[in-house]
């Protein structure tokens, strides 16, 4: 079982920015394809960014060109830097793990993220 912890949401203006931090436990976090999800309020939740056990990204038409996505396997932890932060990126926003090809998926208990105009 993985644990994983999100950390780093808050508060900021728009324009702003924020880093957000994901910790997995155990000692799978390289094997693991990981991402970033956002759910805003009556919306569903929706894919932000993804980085795979080798290193690739994507990320969501919405967020290209402001986010980046990295991840530290020597500290089982992946990060979302957020730059250029607009009020429609307001959500609460959720790591994900995936062991490949297992249909086994490992969430995190959400960060929010609000950002004022």
């Known amino acids: 079982q993985v644990q994983l912890v999100e950390s780093g949401g808050g508060l900021v203006q728009a324009g702003g920015s924020l880093r957000l931090s994901c910790a997995a436990s155990g000692n799978i976090f390289r094997l693991l394809d990981m991402g970033w999800y956002r759910q805003a309020a009556g919306k569903q939740r929706e894919l932000v960014a993804s980085?795979?056990?080798?290193?690739?990204?994507e990320f969501a038409d919405s967020v290209k060109g402001r986010f980046t996505l990295s991840r530290d396997n020597t500290k089982n932890t992946m990060y979302l830097q957020m730059n250029s932060l607009k009020p429609e990126d307001t959500a609460v926003y959720y790591c994900n793990g995936q062991p490949p090809y297992t249909g086994v998926n490992y969430w995190g208990q959400g960060t929010q993220v609000t950002v004022s105009s």
């Open positions: 980085i795979t056990r080798g290193g690739m990204t």
